[in-house]
């Protein structure tokens, strides 16, 4: 079920490259590789960090540091926003004004809870690994004790949150068409290089089949 758009997830710009729906909002949060995570401090000021986040089904997960500003306010019960984008190709237009990106971004509203089931600890800590390179949750060593006093891992559902995405070529004016200017796309993505060691591994430890085999959507 797509939940109604809010005042906060309607999309006034652009309208048409608005998408609510869950399917392409989880896409979206399942290949961002980040989020940043913004706020309104005691103060009144804005805040805002960078995360690494994992979706799994209808909540997000995001983790950071206790002593972070950030993750004591949203624990406390401070509203958030989180925001994740994509961004797929440059678009060179024959002005400069129509210069833009294709992108698939998403805004999500609410407030966050601090996750203390263990089994869900245990959970969303391996849904965030996996994230970032899926197959190292099953290899590398999960949170000790001392870890989880240090970190905390913070459940949002996405009840209130909306997708942008724009995909095409350059939106020139016609009066522009005829001008001896290049227009068109330039395509991005994410490469992996060869992985490399860390200086003290311990010798016979073979590389992981998942590094050799490792895409970026």
């Known amino acids: 079920m797509t939940p109604a758009p809010t005042k906060r997830t309607q999309i006034h710009r652009h ?10 909002i989880g896409s979206i949060l399942d290949e961002a590789l980040t989020c940043t995570v913004a706020w309104v401090d005691e103060q009144g000021r804005p805040r805002a960090l960078p995360t690494i986040q994992a979706r799994v089904g209808q909540t997000l997960y ?3 540091s206790r002593a972070a500003r950030a993750w004591k306010a949203a624990a406390s019960g401070a509203e958030v926003c989180v925001v994740a984008t994509i961004i797929d ?3 060179l237009a024959r002005t400069s004004p129509h210069h833009s990106m294709n ?8 407030t966050a809870r601090e996750v203390t089931d263990p089994a869900e600890l245990r959970a ?3 849904a965030i690994t996996r994230h ?7 290899d590398a060593i999960e949170p000790r004790e001392a870890d989880w006093r240090e970190t905390l891992i913070l459940g949002m559902p996405l009840t209130e949150a909306s997708a942008k995405v724009r995909t095409g070529p ?10 001896d200017v290049w227009a068109g796309t ?3 993505r994410i490469v992996a290089d060869p992985p490399r060691p860390a200086p003290d591994l311990k010798p016979g430890i073979a590389e992981p089949s998942y590094l050799r085999d490792f895409r970026r959507p």
Do not use: K, Q
Not at 103 to 110: A, I, K, L, N, W
Not at 170 to 179: F, I, M, S, T
């Open 15 to 24: 309208p048409e490259r608005g998408m609510d729906d869950p399917a392409t």
């Open 62 to 64: 995001l983790h950071g």
């Open 89 to 91: 190709e440059l678009v």
């Open 103 to 110: 992108y698939r971004s998403v805004v999500v509203y609410g």
């Open 124 to 126: 969303a800590a391996r």
């Open 132 to 138: 970032v390179v899926p197959g190292r949750e099953d």
């Open 170 to 179: 350059p939106n020139d004016d016609p009066g522009d068409l005829d001008a």
């Open 186 to 188: 330039m395509p991005l």
